[in-house]
């Protein structure tokens, strides 16, 4: 059953942008923040290097990596499932390793040893070191491992031992609802990564986390469901599909016109100023992209009563049933 639109809310018309996004990025958006209590700190824009794998160009890609670098962001965010990203990442900017804050994502696809276990994360850390040519790693993810996995506690050990063991800084989990919750209570889990959006609100009612653990978000973009036109069914848009029924639910377009010709710089703003995140990544192949969403983000939060209208008209509609997507 589709969700009907609410009556209209009105709002008053306020500026939305101080000036037009075609600017180069404010320098504003250059300063980093805190990342929850870890020694670290982080671009409120981060690199997503899941979507570049369908570049084969290694020319195109390792231009991509500098540009990102050059572009001041310190954030790049990778995973042993993302096909040849931790590879080029070590290929083509292991050199400036200094300059940037390195997450990835273990638990499964190692040689010999069944995935989700202690071993498994053990020699998954060994492997991406050696395969992003780097020393250490600064946040490792369990990459959306369930809860029964969890509730064993061994896959966190391995990675509080690898913390000890200096190879990595910060123990992560990656993932959503339930699992967040287990993972976030767990005192050897430093930070998480998590999808936040205006389709995809659930895993704020976890955000700030309270013992202050950093957060990332993943999917800030609701998969572009404003953008087209019909339902995406292939398999690899699992994900999509989902953000494209509920945006046809929340009628943010009517409720919202004023954003209509930008819903990617709201959506960036929206999440990226949700208290207690540190980062949002975004995963494209496109340096302008990149750079639009810092532009975007350096515009500061959405007005109050936006946010507040997208907030209750998630709520409305999802009735407590849409679950972080993960
Ligand atoms: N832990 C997990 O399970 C998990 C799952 C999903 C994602 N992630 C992480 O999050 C990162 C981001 O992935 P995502 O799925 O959330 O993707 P996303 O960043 O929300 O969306 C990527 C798509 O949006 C387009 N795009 C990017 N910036 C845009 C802009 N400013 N304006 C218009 N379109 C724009 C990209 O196309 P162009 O290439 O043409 O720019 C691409 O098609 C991944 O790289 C990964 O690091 C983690």
């Not at 990442?89 to 050199?95: D, F, V, Y």
């Not at 391995?158 to 800084?169: F, H, Y």
């Not at 609802?177 to 609100?201: F, K, P, T, W, Y």
Request: hydrophobic letters at 40%; proline letters at 5%; a negative charge.
């Amino acid at each position: 059953m589709g969700w009907r639109v609410q009556a209209e809310i009105r709002l008053p018309s306020w500026p939305l942008r101080a000036k037009p996004s075609t600017q180069s990025q404010n320098p504003e958006t250059m300063q980093t923040k805190p990342f929850g209590t870890a020694p670290l700190s982080v671009t409120p824009v981060g690199f997503g290097a899941m979507h570049f794998d369908g570049i084969d160009d290694e020319n195109a890609v390792g231009a991509l990596l500098n540009g990102v670098l050059d572009l001041g962001i310190n954030l790049i965010d990778t995973a042993r499932g993302y096909g040849r990203s931790e590879e080029r990442i070590g290929r083509h900017i292991a050199h400036r390793r200094s300059e940037f804050v390195l997450s990835t994502k273990f638990g499964y696809g190692v040689d010999g040893v069944a995935d989700w276990t202690y071993e498994c994360v053990k020699l998954g850390v060994e492997r991406a070191l050696k395969t992003l040519r780097t020393d250490w790693i600064d946040i490792g993810h369990l990459h959306s491992c369930p809860l029964h996995v969890l509730a064993r506690g061994e896959v966190q050990q391995a990675l509080a031992d690898a913390v000890q063991a200096g190879k990595l800084r910060v123990a992560a989990y990656s993932g959503e609802n339930a699992e967040l919750a287990h993972a976030l209570a767990d005192a050897r889990i430093g930070s998480v990564q998590c999808s936040i959006s205006l389709a995809d609100q659930a895993n704020l009612s976890q955000v700030p986390p309270g013992r202050g653990q950093g957060v990332l978000v993943k999917r800030a973009l609701s998969g572009l469901a404003w953008a087209r036109a019909e339902r995406p069914n292939e398999d690899w848009a699992y994900c999509e599909g989902q953000y494209w029924d509920r945006w046809q639910a929340m009628g943010l377009a009517e409720l919202l016109p004023e954003l209509a010709s930008d819903w990617a710089g709201a959506s960036l703003r929206f999440a990226a100023f949700r208290p207690g995140v540190s980062s949002v990544l975004i995963g494209t192949k496109s340096l302008n992209n990149l750079k639009a969403a810092m532009d975007e983000v350096a515009l500061g939060p959405l007005p109050d009563a936006v946010d507040g209208a997208i907030s209750q008209r998630f709520l409305d509609c999802a009735q407590g049933n849409w679950q972080g997507i993960v």
